[in-house]
């Protein structure tokens, strides 16, 4: 049989559940609106500024965004047509491909940066309050730490090594 949910607990993962709907659609219009983004793109876009040389591994950014490799293939083909992310093989194994964040990428994170932190803060961090930010760092840590127990989306780009 079933471990059916409390009234309180169904209450609480219904209202999750919401927000992990409303939130990534509200979060993609703004950065469609304000940049010219996806929110997938800007992903890819603001691992690769964060990372030495702001390159890295396709395999591992694909791991960084919590994407198939086919999907962020498609989308780093996009970003390529955009001369913001190039594509480029690596210079100590011929067969891992390495994306690379160009200047024009690095120009155009940094132009969509400020618009994206602040809805995100208008969004959570200011509906949460200062109170209770260590509280949501500690339930979302929790769960992501079921969801992905390696850690790599908790992770800061590690490297640029092939």
């Given amino acids: 049989m079933a471990d059916w949910l409390t009234a309180e607990e169904q209450r609480a993962w219904r209202r999750t559940a919401a927000m992990f709907t409303l939130l990534p659609a509200a979060l993609d219009a703004q950065l469609q609106r304000d940049a010219g983004l996806t929110q997938f793109s800007y992903l890819v876009l603001a691992m690769l500024s964060e990372t ?23 989308v780093v083909s996009r970003l390529e047509k955009q001369g913001w992310v190039a594509r480029e093989p690596c210079e100590d194994n011929g067969r891992v491909t390495m994306a690379r964040l160009t200047d024009a990428g690095w120009d155009k994170v940094v132009a969509a940066a400020p618009g994206h932190a602040a809805e995100v803060r208008r969004l959570v961090i200011d509906a949460v309050g200062p109170d209770h930010i260590a509280d949501l760092d500690e339930i979302t840590g929790a769960i992501l730490r079921r969801l992905d127990p390696g850690g790599k989306m908790r992770a800061n780009p590690l490297s640029n090594g092939c």
């Fill in 52 to 74: 030495p040389g702001r390159t890295m591994p396709m395999s591992e950014l694909a791991s960084m965004v919590s994407s198939s490799l086919s999907r962020l293939s498609h």
